[in-house]
């Protein structure tokens, strides 16, 4: 059983690499960023008040996180085993997912890889980022684009580029990485379950290197 938390700074390559883990290992993705950006769409309470933190490139505040993650992990799917990704980001999140974890599905994370990506690369990549608003498929326009410019290479939609990937509030939350989240290494470096790996290489290398601390 995998329960695993992908920490690193936005663009890292956390949902691409999830993507693989997910294929190989049969594991449910969970994305606070992905959970947050569906509940702005859908225009519900929780998502018009998240959406003024999201878009100045701040963290939402814990107690709407931590509220939003107790629901998700109610749903039966999470026995399979869980990617944490863009969660925990606050050393009181990650309290929480402990206790959460323990006393509501008596399990504990398993193994945590923080994938580590300078800032003047992340970014290029956030910049360069495009998904699509229909499966979610990542792409980069450089690095990874889709085979007709523009559009989603399974289902023809055009592809987003999202409000938060612009370089002035990437910059925000590349500070906000820096100066709270990477705390976290601190929090969980002792645990035995905390590996760094380079996130630089092309996504496939990238992988292999993941892959060889899932086992
Ligand atoms: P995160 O989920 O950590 O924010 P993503 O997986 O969405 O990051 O990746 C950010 C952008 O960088 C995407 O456009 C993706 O296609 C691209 N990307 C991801 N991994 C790599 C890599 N190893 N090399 C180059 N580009 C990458
Ligand atoms: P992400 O998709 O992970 O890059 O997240 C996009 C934005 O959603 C972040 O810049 C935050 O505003 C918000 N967000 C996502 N996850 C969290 C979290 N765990 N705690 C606080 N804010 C979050």
Redesign the pocket.
Known sequence: MINMIFLGP?GAG?GTQSAYIIRDYGLVQI????L??QAVKDQTPLGKE?KV??DA??????SL?IGLMKDRLASPDCAKGVIF??????IA?AEALDAMLKNDLKTEITQIISLNVADELLVERAVGRRSCPKDGKVYHIKYNPPKVGGVCDLCGTTLAHRD?DREDTIKN?LK?YHETTSLLKGYYGNSGKFTEVDGEGNPDDVYVKIKRILG
């Open positions: 936005p956390k994305s606070t960023g992905d947050l950006r998240a933190y999201m490139g701040q963290l939402v505040p814990d996180i990704d863009g969660f925990p980001r606050t999140q938060d939350r906000v």
